[in-house]
Nanobody
Framework: VQLVESGGGLVQPGGSLRLSCVAS????????MRWYRQAPGKERELVAS????????KYADSVKGRFTISRDNTKNTVYLQMNSLKPEDTAVYYC?????????WGQGTQVTVSS
C-alpha cells in the first residue's frame, strides 16, 4: 500500500490549494478515505472523510464550507480542495486509508498560509 500526497505549498490568506493523494497497492474504490492535518506542536486532527463511492462526506467544523473532499476512483486519487485559507490552516496534510484493520498514511504535504 502506498499513499502519495502532493499539491501543498505557500499561499496567502484567502487563497486556495488543491491537494491530491494517489493510492496504490489496494483496491482503492472499496475503501473510505480521510484527510488529516498536523500543525506544529499539535496533535494530528481529522479534516475530512469520504466514503468509498464518494456519496457521503464529513468535515471538521473548522473547515466546513471552505474545504471539499472528493475522489476519482478511475485515477485512484482523493482530493482536498481548500478555499478561503487561513493562517490557522497551516499544517502538514496527510491522507489515510484503513484497510483490513490496518492504518496507512502518506508522507504528508506541507501547507503554509501566510502573507
Amino acid at each position: 500500500v502506498q499513499l502519495v500526497e502532493s499539491g501543498g505549498g505557500l499561499v496567502q490568506p484567502g487563497g486556495s490549494l488543491r491537494l491530491s493523494c494517489v493510492a496504490s497497492g489496494f483496491t482503492f474504490s472499496r475503501y473510505d478515505m480521510r484527510w488529516y492535518r498536523q500543525a506544529p506542536g499539535k496533535e494530528r486532527e481529522l479534516v475530512a472523510s469520504l466514503t468509498s463511492t464518494g456519496g457521503s462526506t464529513k468535515y471538521a467544523d473548522s473547515v466546513k464550507g471552505r474545504f471539499t473532499i472528493s475522489r476519482d476512483n478511475t485515477k485512484n486519487t482523493v482530493y482536498l480542495q481548500m478555499n478561503s485559507l487561513k493562517p490557522e490552516d497551516t499544517a502538514v496534510y496527510y491522507c489515510r486509508a484503513l484497510i483490513v484493520g490496518r492504518i496507512y498514511w502518506g508522507q504528508g504535504t506541507q501547507v503554509t498560509v501566510s502573507s
